[in-house]
């Protein structure tokens, strides 16, 4: 962080140094909020295409594997001549096998996320240590 040398003229009082003072550490403030917001704002964004990639899987999911369901349970039964139970196990199976695949790569785009909001917990520390060193 940067530091400017500040002139101030003999004749400044003291009042008027406490309402410089004052004026700058609103501004430092509202920088500080401004910094959050964005950063949650990024998280958000990210989280949110995270959630809606698990909710497009789940959808066509559902659909491709409700008619895969039928045609590998029929497919699988004649197979076993007229079996179809047994079918409907092994196709149940692989369907699962595809499901818990799909959650992966969801929560893995999730977890990617940075909720911490590092930057702007940084800038506070070093907002603390300027004021820490100026007073």
Do not use: C, F, N, Q
């Not at 949110?48 to 999911?61: N, P």
């Not at 039928?70 to 595809?98: K, Q, R, S």
């Amino acid at each position: 962080m940067a530091t400017h040398a500040m002139h101030v003229d003999a004749d400044t009082t003291v009042p008027e140094l406490i309402g410089r003072l004052s004026d700058d550490s609103k501004r430092l403030a509202r920088g500080e909020v401004r910094l959050a917001k964005l950063e949650v704002g990024e998280s958000l964004h990210r989280a949110t295409r995270g959630i809606i990639r698990l909710a497009l899987a789940l959808a066509v999911g559902v659909v491709a594997l409700v008619a895969l369901t039928v045609l590998l349970t029929t497919l699988i039964g004649d197979v076993l001549i007229g079996h179809l139970w047994a079918g409907a196990v092994i196709t149940g199976v692989l369907e699962l096998a595809v499901g818990a695949w799909l959650a992966v790569r969801g929560a893995r785009t999730l977890s990617r996320a940075d909720y911490t909001l590092g930057e702007s917990r940084e800038e506070l520390r070093a907002t603390a240590t300027w004021v820490a060193r100026e007073t």
